[in-house]
Every structure is written in C-alpha cells, then in structure tokens.
C-alpha cells in the first residue's frame, strides 16, 4: 500500500527556476528519503532526512521534514534540464524491518 | 552506479512460464529488498531479506518466492506469470535493515505475453 502522496503529481519548470516537491505520508516514521527516477530507469537515492531532523541540505536539494504535519517538501534550487525525472519520497516506518514505502511521484519536467 | 547489479535488464515471456530474477547487492551489505513497480501499483515492497535469512514480506503473491545465499546475492522466482506481472522488478541493498540508506539496482523489466 502506498503510504505518502506526492504533490504535484507532475510540474514544469524553466531552466534556472526552483522545484518543489510535496510529500505527505500517513504513518510516525523513523527516517523519510527522497529518490530520483529517470524514465525507466533505477532510482538514484538523493537524500535522507531523520525523523529528528527538520531540514537537511544536499549541493541544490533542501528537505524539510514536518513530523507534526506529517509531511515533507524537497526543493531543488536553479534546476537544470538534467533534473527532468520522477522524484518519489519513501518512509521507513517506525518498527519497520527496514522496507521503505513509496509515494506515487512527482513527475518533473525542467525545460532548456 | 550505485554498487547493485541485477540480471537479465530485460526478459520477455508467456503467460504460466516461470522466471528468476537475480541480484548482487553492493560489497559489503547484507540486507537485500526486492521492489515492483507498475503503472497501476506503483513502486511496491515484495521481501526482505538479511544476511541470508527472510526479514519481511510486503504484498508478495504466492507465486513469487525468493533467497539470498550465503555469497549474499539473491534470486526472486516469478512463477505461473499473469500479464499483470509484467513491471519493473528492483533489488535494492543496505549495509543492515532498519535506518539505513537503500541503494538500488538498475531493474529487471519484465514483460509477459
């Protein structure tokens, strides 16, 4: 079963813009991680966020993480068309074994 | 690259064949997750499994089975395959379960005919 929603669903962008990604989940959570997908390829782990962490920063990526809100944002900053791909967010639940849960994606265009 | 290596890239096949699938994961981690992803479902959790034995089961059918051997590479056995089988099948590796980064192979694409 799904356990997040990513909103939106798809977004397009201009080279040079801001990205923001939306991610809710339903679940408390022991970490939130973000992945990349280009079209029918592997996912590219991007970053990892703690459910006690509130912000975390990767080169152009900014997570934050709301645990009272259950929810998370990825913002990637002066996008590239290098950046066109699906962006999922994936919980670990607390407890858990270790198998992540998956939202459905946000599907990013960022043209030249 | 992320390290997990998975065979074939792509397999093609009939309905109530039998498949497997197989996976490398990187040097050195013993946790190995194996994950569908279909247009209809989504990227789903199938199993877990850690330093050669079985650590969860998410929403596997019973007619997918899989193992990890002690060289800790592992095969997931598709068997009396559907056309709703037909997905992208990823391992994805971690040093130990719980907490921990999952780096994820390139998939198999499996479709069924």
Redesign the interface.
Known sequence: SQQGEEDPQALSIQEGENATMNCSYKTSINNLQWYRQNSGRGLVHLILIRSNEREKHSGRLRVTLDTSKKSSSLLITASRAADTASYFCATLEGGSQGNLIFGKGTKLSVKP | D?GVTQTPKHLITATGQRVTLRCSPRSGDL?V?W?QQSLDQ????LI?Y?NGEE??K??ILERFSAQQFPDLHSELNLSSLELGDSA?Y?C?S?P????????????T?LTVL
Do not use: D
Not at chain 2, 96 to 107: A, L, M, V, W
């Open positions: 992320s946790s997750y994950y989504g990227l789903q959790f877990q850690y650590r969860a998410g929403n992208l990823f994805a971690s130990r379960p719980e907490r921990y980064t999952q780096y994820f192979g390139p998939g694409r």
